[in-house]
């Protein structure tokens, strides 16, 4: 008899919960995987839901069903559920959630008020991160409802746009752990609401102003963050050269700066903004920067910049001579829609960079053959290579691409004249995850199936306008 039992026992039942839990790890990519193994047995069934800490519903209406049976959810993200309303953050604040939520994301629901937001701020007491984006009927009620949510620690509000001072200042008083603030489209937001920030939440590591309309007033107390690492400044014409002069301090713990569309701005503003950063890893001066040598220079002092974007600025010969000329290493360029860049010029980028990962050449139309000879040659590391409508590139350089970027996860050649041989050698870049092939008419099943033998790893493939194949069996 017991030899019987024996036969007949579910081997699973000799796994502890924590061996089954590190099966379940592996599954986190493929729901489908997931539902199939909790449908195995009751064992199973259960332990499932004990185990999923992830939630992202497809209607608001299933919140009371699924809070009974997942008990333990920490991320909740009810981004497609627009109908989410004070009905449903009620039943999130009153489930067995309200002990384990840590992240909500609301940035595509519009139906709840003040009154949800309250009930969810108080009840979840353990709450952390908030995504209220795109929250345009929100305003300084909805801020004060957010401000009893004392623990959170990163809260998004981009395109609140009745949200004021008064309402920033509620929130800035209360929520002092926050370490990432989103305020990027808050238009009624002004200095006031940006120094009550910086003056009452000192944790602060990510900031993003976004086209508000300050002044370099605000900036004093924002620039004396003491963990400050990511300030974005996108689209802040109140901001000019003068203003920045006027700094006395700097930010030393910065690490990521974001200037694109500030038109007031040149590199003599840039630089008294970023003295002392000695940490600076990232700038972004895309859509209004003029890359002069007297630009390139000013960033001759800070050794550990590692990420540089220029996307749509005219590029003069001498600045582009002067990045090349730095001493440190750059793992990534964009150079996007960059008029005046020439075979020329990158080739003597790439050469003095041979340690980039990520580089954007999208619309650098002079650009031919000769310069992705010299990418190939020197960047044998890239991860990433963007190459949009470089048109007057000839189908051998992709082959080029093949033969010596064994690394790339990442190809973005959009209208270009890569045939089926360009194709044939790509399709060697087995690591790739993301390839874009739109508008690329010289291309036939031939080469797609070169591609698709042997990356494995494809995640995306861009077919647009693709019109000349067909499906192959």
């Known amino acids: 008899m017991e030899a019987k039992r024996k036969k007949n026992s579910n081997p699973f039942d000799f796994l502890s919960e924590e061996i089954i839990f590190n099966i379940l790890d592996h599954l986190n990519n493929d729901p489908f995987a997931r539902k199939s193994f909790s449908l195995t047995c009751r064992n199973f069934y259960s332990i499932e839901s004990r185990h999923r800490k992830i939630l992202k519903p497809l209607c608001a209406e299933t919140l009371s069903r699924t809070s009974a049976r997942y ?27 309200k002990l384990t939520l840590r992240s909500i994301n609301l940035s595509r629901s519009r139906l709840f008020t003040k009154v949800g937001l309250s009930s969810l701020a108080v009840n979840c007491r353990f709450l952390t991160e908030i995504d209220l984006s795109n929250g345009t009927e929100m305003g300084d009620a909805a801020a004060a409802a957010i401000a009893e949510a004392k623990n959170l620690e990163r809260l998004w509000l981009a395109r609140c746009k009745l949200i004021t001072d008064l309402g920033i200042g509620r929130i800035a008083a209360c929520c002092r752990k926050l370490k990432l603030l989103c305020l990027k489209w808050c238009i009624r ?61 700097s930010c030393k713990s910065l690490k990521a700066l974001n200037l694109s569309k500030c038109q007031n701005i040149s590199h003599v503003g840039l630089s008294s903004l970023i003295k002392g950063a000695d940490y600076l890893q990232q700038l972004i001066l895309a859509y209004s920067f003029w890359v002069s040598a007297d630009l390139s220079k000013c960033l001759h002092n800070f050794p550990m910049l590692q990420s540089i974007k220029f996307e749509d600025c005219p590029v ?46 999208t619309c650098c139309h002079k650009i031919t053959y000769a310069s992705i000879n010299s990418i190939t040659k020197s960047c ?19 082959v080029l691409i093949g033969q010596q970027c064994q690394y790339l996860e990442e190809l973005d050649i959009t209208e270009n004249e890569v045939n089926d041989e360009g194709l044939k050698s790509i399709s060697r870049c087995s690591k790739l995850s993301s390839l874009k092939l739109g508008i690329c008419s010289n291309i036939t099943d031939e080469g797609l199936t070169h591609v698709g033998s042997t990356c494995s790893t494809l995640k995306e493939l861009d077919l647009y306008r693709f019109v000349t194949f067909h499906l192959c069996a």
């Open 71 to 97: 008990p333990f959810i920490t991320q909740l993200d009810l981004s497609l559920c627009p109908r989410a309303n004070d009905d449903a953050l009620s039943i999130v604040s009153s489930s067995p959630w």
């Open 189 to 249: 937001v002004t200095d006031l609401g940006v120094e009550l920030v910086a003056l009452k939440c000192q944790e602060i590591r990510t900031l993003d102003l976004s086209y508000l309309p300050i002044t370099e007033k605000c900036l004093p107390p924002v620039v004396k963050l003491q963990y400050l690492e990511d300030l974005v400044l996108e689209g802040c014409h109140g901001i000019d050269d003068d203003g920045l002069a006027s700094l006395e301090y």
């Open 316 to 361: 003069a010969r001498s600045g582009i001579k002067a990045i090349g000329n730095w001493h440190g290493s750059l793992k990534e360029l964009s150079l996007s829609k960059c008029s005046g860049v020439t075979d020329e010029e990158l080739s003597f980028v790439v050469q003095s960079h041979k340690e980039l990962r990520k580089l954007d050449i």
């Open 380 to 398: 044998t590391s890239l991860t990433s290579l963007r190459m949009e409508c470089c048109k007057l590139v000839s189908w051998e350089a992709f």
